[in-house]
């Protein structure tokens, strides 16, 4: 990709052009467009065409004739808002510095990427703006901070810094977002942009199963195989604000950052803020392209640690099995059945510490109930150990009840408004880990639990959005600063867990998919990606989640029937062919299975053993959308192209049905290939242009001699000859 910026005569910076790679000159100057129009307002006197409400701009700044969304909402001791950062200098360096306490992409070596800072200045403020660009050697990958500098004197007050912005010379654009709700993430909805802002956000203090911080534009005609799209993505958990504005001449400009409402943060004299990082990524060959360089980027460079590299363990949660109501005996049972089945890894859900039988209680207080597990967390992850498996532990360390101990000891540290009604969720409240205090109290709970204990995973929940947002730690002129703060608090718990415990596998959860976001990736490498794990609706969540996220990240499990959220009757095979796309689990009591279900179940971890290499680190395709079709179908293919899975499902039975074909790809056209379940042999071109053929004898007059009926699965598995 090229990313073409330039000094404008007024010393702003001005957006030349982005897109697909083009050659490099000595001036791109004519690709600036300079237009006399009626009642624009002007920057030079007796110049008519200079007027930055429509000259494409890096970083847009309010109340000096651009009309458009800004960049910067900075008041001043005086009241005014209006500023001048002109461009002051820049510097060129190999490499991509990280950002202090915030998540960010890096590189391993400095040959990577390199990076670009340009430094504004505000004279009369002393104020400067260090814009911060990296760009990627070998992925079409932009990433974009901002970073402001309070060198005067004077008491300043930020109410909105964007983290990126970009003007693109037309707005002839679909604008995909990944919209929905508890139980229903990151369904994909389409629509052209139009006159207008069109945004999308949180104000829920996490970054929401609502909307998640992705969207993309893509040309009219652009499909998963061809065409140009540019996606947005933005490292952050907390409160955000995603918006394109197109003007009446057919511009958009593009905006990503902290959402500006609830967010003021005092910059007083030699202090400064940094912006999350936003990140953009190009493509020219369909959004396929562009999802997986999202996805290879997230995996390889916003994942850390020892898990990054290798497979996840296939893992049983019993919380869908007993919810709280168990004691060591029971997990003990279900442990052993589960490791006959070849299970590796036992997850203790809610209900294991002090008092903790229903929703009510308990929660901060994190200690273990004796009373059902008479030996603690250490007891039983030794006994779990010994069954040959490792343990795993769920937590939520953000929350509190008001019937709990801490509560008891530190009322103060739930956030609330004095004087004011507090709203609960799902009978719980949320601590102040904008607080260090807080953050450093939980922190040494949590680690006398894991020192004692044989802790290998880590499932970390928040279960409700935030509400009356107020810190008694913090002045009345800082209650702009909470929501951000919070969210800098758990990122450090985070990294002080991971820096103690390094080989511990977390995975962040938020009601289910709440906070899947790439914030939590950078300390967590998968996610639970919904609390849905009916097999029909979990085809539309990670079909939606793929447009951005890895397999890798995904938590996705095979739960029993009839599904505890939709009741729905699904196969156990066609439940197991969705979840192979994922991280793969059970969240059930194996204790309840029939004989022939243990048998299936021992079955399908067998295969997710083979494969869980090339699923979770090959390349990711889209063949057929769920929200278009009654099938839907995805495909990964090894590095080598010597493999490939290919998933297709298939709704509700229907009668005399067409026939069907699926054009793979990313295989390699001149190799044969052979198909497992299949009599012939033929090559990748055929595959990828003739197609596979999927049609079913169960869609004619002989379907009674087919039981699968409604919410069928296929698996086709390739292999190079």
Partial sequence: MSYILKILPNRQIGQLYTGKRIHDQDSFDHLLELVQRGMSVNVFENDRTFSLEHIKQEFPAPLQGDMRTASIDLEQENGSRIVQFLYESHEIFPGKPGLTGLPATYVENDKEATTLHITLKDALLETKVILKYTI??????????????????????LHALSSFNLDLPDAQYDMIELTGAWARERNIKIHPLHEGIQSIYSLRGHSSSNFNPFFALKRKHTTEEQGEAFGFSFVYSGNFLAAVDVDTYNTARINIGIHPFTFSWPLKEHTSFQTPEALLVYSSSGTNAMSQTFHSLFRERLARGWWRDHVRPILINNWEGTYMDFDEKT????????????????????????????????????????????????????????????FGLWIEPEMISRNSKLFRQHPQWMLQTPHRPLSHGRNQYVLDFSDPDVVDHIAGMLENVFDSAKISYVKWDMNRAMSEVYSSAHHSNEQGMVYHQYILGVYSLYERLLSRYPDILFESCASGGARFDPGMLYYAPQAWTSDDTD????????????????????????SAIPNHQLYRYTPLSTRANVAYFGTFGYELDPRQLTEEEKKTVSRQIAFMKKYRDLIQFGTFYRLLSPFDHNECAWMVVSNDKKRAIIGYYRMMQRVNE?????????????LKYSIQGKNYIVYGDELMNAGLITTDASAGEDNKKFKEGDYLSRLYILDAQ
């Fill in 136 to 157: 990627y050697e070998h992925r079409p990958v932009l990433a974009r901070s901002a970073e402001i500098i309070n060198e005067g004197s004077q008491h300043l007050t």
């Fill in 331 to 390: 997990i003990l049972e279900m442990a052993q059945q589960a490791k006959d089945l070849g299970i590796e890894l036992f997850v203790l859900d809610d209900g294991w510490y002090e008092g903790r039988n229903d929703d009510t209680s308990s929660l901060g207080d994190w200690f273990p109930d004796r009373a059902k597990l008479p030996e603690g967390i250490a007891g039983l992850s030794r006994k779990i150990e010994q069954l040959g498996m490792k």
């Fill in 535 to 558: 097999a029909a609706e979990r085809i539309k969540i990670q079909y939606g989640t793929s447009m951005v996220y890895p397999l890798s990240s995904m938590g996705s499990h095979v």
């Fill in 658 to 670: 067409r026939f069907g074909r699926i054009r793979l790809q990313g295989l390699d056209e001149n």
